[in-house]
């Protein structure tokens, strides 16, 4: 190999070198930062603008869906936003260099929004702030009812975009007194008369009539004893029975005369009370369950049961301050034992019902009467015996007649109360007056209770009260 070549490759392995040890790409790549100028707010479909210290000679927006911009002088800039989002805005010299990034922030034009808020809902502790692009609520307003409306307006200026923070102040449980008042009355007449005669021609013959019976006999006050003892066994205890007769040789004679008076007065009365946060749905159930067979899958026999008693279900909603709106259903059932049905061998009872389903507003310890029924039923009912039962004053002898009337009054009486705890101190139980007798207060004394009860606190207060007097739940 010549000198001229080594010197060649020589030259050759010197710049492979220079080549490897040659600076980055970024040595002639420089990024340009340039000063920032802080944040820029812009409200949505409102434009501001603002101007530079530094001539530019061109300007760019990264995003131009969020912000459009346009230059009114080498040193103003006209921005109007769009859309909610964060873009850049880069300002460039007459030489190229870099003057300034800006940030521009588009939100949502609460301004707006709050003068809005404040003539709907005066006086309400509501705070509006912006989150990217959307509109955060908080504070505490007075009622449910205000924070639905402050979100509903919302809605309309960032539709699926807003944040609740807030709370709601005041109380905010509901107890509900219902008061069930039931009155029945029955009145129950009946009279009822026989007469009967008979005589001796050449055989024994007799007849007794009234209540449409008629028998044979050869004594005529046996048969007609019988007739009144079988009556009395169909009517009350209460019944009083008349008998006159005489008889005139062979000819008897003998009027019986029943009569029957009833008067029955029924007083039903429940009280329940049940507690419930707003909006929220509380049950109630006083009385039983009853077992009612029903047809199984494979071919038997089930049970299913069904309630009765003092049912209550309710939903308050505080509304706005004292207002409360209650979706209430309460019912009073019982089993009537007047009414059986046999199922596959078994006697199942029917039930009687009163029930009601209703919504109402109204405010704290109002009343207000949801449900009354007035039902008055009577029945007129009269028996007696073809054509002589229809002579004039004689045919009451051979007539019967029954009056029965029955009245039914009902009132469901609904109080709300809006209520907070109290310490456990300052309750009392209906147990707290019951204290249990010792031996010698047994057993000497036959005292069912003992004398001594509790001497402090709200118990004694309790133990110190009559059941002569009125008692039951303290609301105040």
């Not at 004594?219 to 009144?228: E, G, I, P």
């Not at 007769?245 to 003998?254: D, M, N, P, R, S």
């Amino acid at each position: 190999m010549t000198a001229k070549k080594q010197f060649r490759m020589g030259l050759m392995a010197l710049a492979a070198c220079v080549l490897l040890a040659a600076p980055a790409v970024s040595d002639t790549l420089r990024v340009m930062t340039g000063t920032s100028s802080g944040m820029l707010n812009v409200s949505m479909n409102r434009a501001i603008v603002v101007e530079s210290d530094t001539p530019f000679a061109e300007l760019s927006i990264a995003n131009p869906s969020i912000a459009d911009i346009s230059t009114l002088s080498d040193r103003s800039i006209y921005i109007l936003g769009k859309s909610p989002g964060r873009t850049t805005l880069t300002l460039l010299a007459p030489d190229g260099s870099l003057i300034s990034n800006v940030d521009v922030s588009v939100t949502p034009d609460i301004a707006e929004f709050k003068e809005r808020l404040q003539q709907i809902l005066p006086g309400e502790n509501i705070e509006v702030r912006t989150a990217n692009d959307g509109i955060v609520l908080s504070g505490v307003v007075s009622s449910g009812a205000k924070l639905d409306r402050a979100i509903e307006l919302a809605e309309r200026y960032a539709p699926g975009r807003v944040s609740n923070l807030m709370g709601v102040g005041g109380t905010q449980q509901v107890m509900l007194k219902v008061r069930f008042a039931e009155m029945r009355r029955s009145v129950t007449k009946s009279l009822r008369s026989s007469v009967g005669f008979g005589g001796t021609v050449g055989t024994t013959l007799g007849l007794a009539g009234g209540n449409n019976v008629f028998a044979d006999g050869d004594n005529l006050s046996a048969v007609l004893d019988a007739d009144a003892e079988t009556s009395a066994t169909t009517a009350s205890p209460a019944s009083a029975r008349a008998s006159l007769g005489f008889a005139v040789g062979g000819v008897e004679f003998q009027v019986l005369l029943e009569a029957l008076e009833n008067k029955g007065v029924v007083r039903t009365l429940a009280e329940p009370n049940l507690t419930a946060l707003s909006g929220q749905t509380a049950s109630f159930l006083a009385g039983g369950e009853y077992p009612i067979p029903i047809a199984a899958d494979n071919g038997g026999v089930g049970i299913d049961y069904k309630p009765f008693g003092v049912e209550l279900t309710f939903t308050p909603r505080v509304v706005d301050g004292d207002v409360i709106n209650l979706e209430i259903m309460a019912a009073v059932s019982g089993i009537d034992s007047t009414i059986v049905v046999q199922n596959g061998g078994f006697l199942v009872n029917g039930f009687s019902k009163r029930e009601t389903s209703t919504t109402v507003e109204m405010r704290d310890g109002e009343s207000f009467a949801i449900a009354g029924l007035l039902q008055d039923d009577f029945t007129n009912l009269k028996g007696q015996v073809p054509w002589l039962g229809d002579i004039p004053v004689l045919g009451a002898l051979f007539r019967s007649a029954e009056f029965d009337r029955n009245q039914s009054e009902l009132v469901i009486i609904v109080t709300p109360h809006l209520v907070t705890p109290t310490r456990g101190e300052a309750l009392a139980l209906p147990t707290d007056r019951v204290r249990l007798p010792s031996e010698a207060e047994f057993f000497l004394n036959g005292q069912l209770l003992g004398r001594n009860g509790p001497r402090a606190g709200a118990a004694a207060e309790v133990a110190r009260q009559d059941f002569s007097g009125p008692y039951g739940y303290v609301m105040e």
